[in-house]
């Protein structure tokens, strides 16, 4: 589990300790804060080492400028670093609750291929981490991946990364009732069972009474349902790991942002770190109900508002909604409605 | 100066306006509610003033239970339609003539507006700071009275901007 990300100088983020739970761990704040930038460190990190064969300090120092060269795309590892603050370098650390697998890193303006690792893992045996960004990749699966991996293409490597995963075959075994039980509402809302073809590699929806539906034919926010779908199955996002999504509610109406909301806290509760970032009141409202309810009473949840102030821009985290000062979302939802009560007060 | 007491609030009227508890009215309650079909409903005060007509419905959830917010505005609907229904029928048909002479005026109005007061339940979270939101409401009440107020009002007695000729405290 992350317990804590130290930062320093990167990108548009505060500097801060950002603090998780185990749980679910939503961030609120308006465009260009630095919400999905912060998902996209948390994640490139936890990536790598999920992935890393060795954990010696020479092989991280380039996977670590690697992973976040190609997740957040910079011209060069350097332009991370952020800009207001002359030559000091960017430095991150993870706190992870087995102390084994924490790291600490930095990198300067300059930097292109590596960082400097000040402190390594030392344990293997990292949980899996999953990126889902703000539209779906279930229509790149599975030709993505070579394409990817063969061709310089400048999209974010995370879309590669959770591509990838989405092709893997459905677990089986006593785990197949979980995940049964975690698909239901999803396919209930998408109207049929998810299935890959085996031959193809591509995924598709078998519609009761109707047959295949390719899935480039399914509605987009559908298709966003689709992709967790295939995630859980997978198990990937069974019963560990850590899940970043970035806007899950984008493309979806309500009705469908209810049924994800429910998806969302019901991943948290078997055991997945969640962080999600946000910018739907009504997806919130969703999740503290949510959250409210005797079945995940006991489920840890989190909340983290980037703010914009006069210096900048400064981060509010609690565990209780109560403590967050700054929800934009929140107070332009009310203007409006102020705005609209008073259009025809006084006819 | 007329007040009229509804459950923890007090509906102060300004002198040059006649208001009433329309839901206690005797031709209400013992000639309409059940003698016009079955089941007439009411709103709770109505006012006149000049040559507005005013329909009042009062939803107090510090204290009462709440209504389902997607069935309030059908709610309001049906009471507004029933009242100006009995009203029709209390010009020519009530007993009473205070009721009689009060239908009257009501229905010789130029104008009909149609009022929800809302006190808000006293739960209430970071996000849900009012957890009946007025504006969904009104826009609600908007769509469902057009035919008969095409501006109805959402206010509660916090809500000093609406130009209505009561106070409530």
């Not at chain 1, 990108?11 to 465009?31: K, M, Q, S, T, W």
Request: with cysteine; net charge neutral; aromatic share 6%.
């Amino acid at each position: 589990m992350l317990k804590e990300a130290r930062i320093r100088n990167f990108a548009a983020l505060p500097n801060d300790h950002y603090r998780f739970c185990g749980g679910l761990n939503v961030i609120v704040g308006e465009n260009g804060l630095g919400k999905s930038q912060l998902l996209k460190v948390l994640y490139a990190v936890l990536k790598v080492h999920a992935d890393a064969k060795e954990f010696t300090k020479g092989s991280l120092e380039k996977a670590y400028a690697a992973k976040l060269t190609g997740v957040l795309r910079p011209d060069k590892l350097g332009r991370l670093v952020k800009r207001k603050q002359g030559n000091a370098p960017c430095e991150i650390a993870l706190t992870l609750a087995e102390g084994e697998k924490s790291c600490a890193f930095s990198f300067s303006p300059g930097s292109s291929v590596s960082v400097q690792v000040d402190a390594a893992p030392t344990a293997n045996k990292h949980r899996p981490a999953v990126f889902i960004p703000t539209r779906e990749l279930v229509t790149l699966c599975p030709w993505f991946v070579p394409l990817y991996d063969n061709y310089h293409l400048r999209f974010e490597e995370a879309w590669r990364d959770t591509v990838s995963l989405l092709g893997n075959p459905p677990v089986k075994g006593e785990k197949e009732q979980r995940v049964a039980k975690m698909l239901e509402p999803l396919e209930k809302a998408i109207g049929g069972r998810m299935e890959i073809d085996n031959a193809s590699g591509e995924i598709y929806v078998q519609i009761p009474g109707e047959g295949r539906m390719e899935m480039p034919l399914l509605a987009e926010g559908l298709r966003k349902l689709a992709m967790l779908g295939r995630l859980i199955s997978t198990g990937t996002l069974l019963d560990k790991g850590y899940l970043f999504w970035d806007e899950p509610e984008s493309n979806l109406n309500p009705k469908l942002i209810k049924t994800i909301a429910a998806s969302i806290v019901a991943v948290a509760d078997a055991g997945v770190q969640v962080f999600i970032a946000t910018h739907s009141l009504f997806l919130l409202r969703e999740l503290e109900m949510l959250l409210a309810t005797k079945t995940y009473a006991r489920l840890p949840h989190r909340w983290l508002a980037l703010a914009a102030q006069d210096n900048g821009v400064a981060v509010e985290q609690s565990d209780r909604m109560e403590d967050i000062q700054t929800l934009v979302l929140l107070d332009e939802e009310l203007a409006q409605s102020d705005r609209f009560m008073e259009l025809e007060e006084s006819p | 100066m007329i007040q009229i007491q509804e459950g923890q609030l007090t509906f102060v009227f300004s002198d040059s306006v006649m208001a009433c508890k329309y839901d206690d009215w005797s031709f209400y309650r013992n000639q309409f509610q059940n003698g016009c079909y079955r089941d007439n409903k009411a709103m709770d005060l109505l006012c006149h003033s000049g040559s507005v007509a005013w329909m009042i419905e009062i939803k107090d959830y510090r204290c009462h239970h709440r209504t389902k917010a997607v069935d309030l505005a059908d709610e309001i609907a049906i009471k507004v339609r029933d009242t100006l229904a009995g009203l029709a029928a209390a010009k020519t048909q009530a007993n009473d003539r205070d009721e009689k002479l009060f239908a009257k005026k009501m229905l010789g109005a130029t104008r009909l507006r149609v009022v929800c007061h809302i006190e808000q339940p006293a739960k209430s979270s970071r996000l849900r700071p009012q957890v009946i939101e007025p504006d969904k409401l009104k826009d609600r009440l908007r769509r469902e009275l057009k035919a008969i107020d095409p501006h109805p009002i959402v206010m509660d007695k916090k809500n000093t901007a609406v130009a209505v000729p009561w106070q409530v405290r």
